[in-house]
């Protein structure tokens, strides 16, 4: 006792208490850990932790853990599909292979993510530019490897293979590609402030995030029916298929409609097994939510991920495991960049569809910042965040081009860790650090890397599916920002949304159905050369994602259709239809007035008289 008292006391008299743990009210841990009593009056408040509270380093490191858990499955699935299902190819045996592009994706996630959330000031840029220029966002916004590029990768690298350019020489051609694209965007963040905000305004960041979510629940949902490939590939199962094509047999095993990422479970999509695993993260969720602490509240997902984890570890389907040890075991213990080498090369038909993928994630990246500004309680209207912007835009082009040095797929800003920040109340840029320091470390301890993959793709849906929905929040929010009186504002959001949730929903107007490449009926390119198909290639992807082609429309609405006439503002009492085709609302205003005198200007604005009086009017 007296050994621990003496101690206690040299720990506190260092400092090192505070800096570890925390000191003051924030970090009052027997409070923060009480348990919740539902429906009680008097509970404790979930504590907010803004962008430059000083977490310690426990909170900061648990804080960032979660992070990282809620990225690891979307950043590792690009490098990881590209090198099994392309680059390797079936029958699949380059288990070293697979293993080291889940490293580098991991380590470069980290290091991007670092420089992102730092914000660095480039020297002497306000001479050149007349204004400071910045590399990253300073926010806690997150880099890893980005879906954008996935499909592209995957055609062009297809289609170098079947030149007899080997897997691993095409994967370095795409990696030298990328880097020539990301100047692109090196461009778009130069741009002034102003032209940013011109281009970029309220609306246009509102459409971006709302779609983005939208896209991001349906690949949680996709993972927490089993897999996305078999997700995808789940049509194979239909009994028309299977009859009239197969034969009583599937239509081909490769890719396959029974998924594979659970363990050595192998069941067809949507299974009632998958579904439950998935099911416990979210029940878990809500437990927390009634019954968990203060700090049980702010760790939510991690707590539940590890739930499902232990669910899916304790069950087994006829005797098969649901998590798969091998993956471990086949993990080096130590690995890092460059032990494995493509080269750097070029590959012109790709170039077109890049540039258009660029162009996707720029619009993604100012739709993430901008969430990232809203779950942080952030203002949009601040010098700060045409900063931010700009420095988001210009860390997304630089890590991209440091990603193909580090042998990995371009990165990008990751808009579901919006929906960790909203849930966890932590926006403090240390567990943006943190994330960093995790994921380099999952990296480098490829043992680790080894745990991560074998998480099945259920569980992993389970708590995405969350999470995701929580960014499409973030964008219903930043709509309840506009003025959704106006009429210019609601048709530029109802044009975009409609064909982006449109394609969304069903993209399959526009893209190809997997493993069924050049034949969708909008431009079918089986027969065109090589710069055509990439082309082709470059509209499809940009037509069939939602968030993009949805911001894009947003984007050209907004610098086409003038504003609504001065001191006319709808009242949300007062449906445009009541007045029926007219388009100007001064001309109908004129009509009342000389039918009757009794109703002026006024009546039809904000600052109007009662609802009675609204209704006389209409």
Known sequence: VGIFFVCDKCFNSMGLKSKILGDGEGYDYHSLCMPTVPWAKNKMPVI????????????SLIMGLQHAFAMVGGLITPPYVVMKFTVDGFPFTNIELQQYAIVAALITSGISTFINVAQFKIPFSEMVFKRPIYIGSGLLS???TSFTFLPIFEIAIRTMMMDGISGEDAYGKMLGTSMLCALLEVAFSLLPGKVLQRVFPPVVTAVTVTLLGIVLVGTGMKYWGG????????WKEHSQVVDSVGFGMPVSDVPSAICTGNGKVQLPYGSPEYIGLGFSVLCFLVVIELFGSTFMKNCNVILALLFGYFVAGVSNYDGEPYVNSQNIKDAPVVDFLWT??????????AIVPMLIAYIVTTVETIGDVSATHEVSQLSTDTKEYTHRIQGSLMADAICSMLASVFTSMPNTTFSQNNGVISMTKCASRRAG???????????????IAGVITSIPDSVLGGMTIFLFANVFVSGISLFGKLNMKSRRIRFISSMSLAVGVGVTV???????????AYTAAFWECGDCNEFMKGVRNGVSIFLSTGYCVGSVIAILLNLIIPEDPEGVVVDGSIHWSIIGNELNAKDVLEDIKDKKNEVDDDDFSEKGKSDEDDISVA
């Open 48 to 59: 907010f932790y803004p962008l430059d509270e000083p977490l310690p380093i426990m909170l």
């Open 142 to 144: 997150v880099m890893g």
């Open 227 to 234: 897999g996305v490939v078999c997700a995808e590939m789940i």
């Open 340 to 349: 494995q080498w493509f080269g750097i090369g070029l590959y012109a038909p």
């Open 433 to 447: 650090y943190a994330t960093g320091f995790w994921l380099i470390l999952m990296g480098v301890f490829a043992k």
């Open 506 to 516: 069903w993209p399959w107007a526009f893209q190809d159905m997997r493993a069924s």
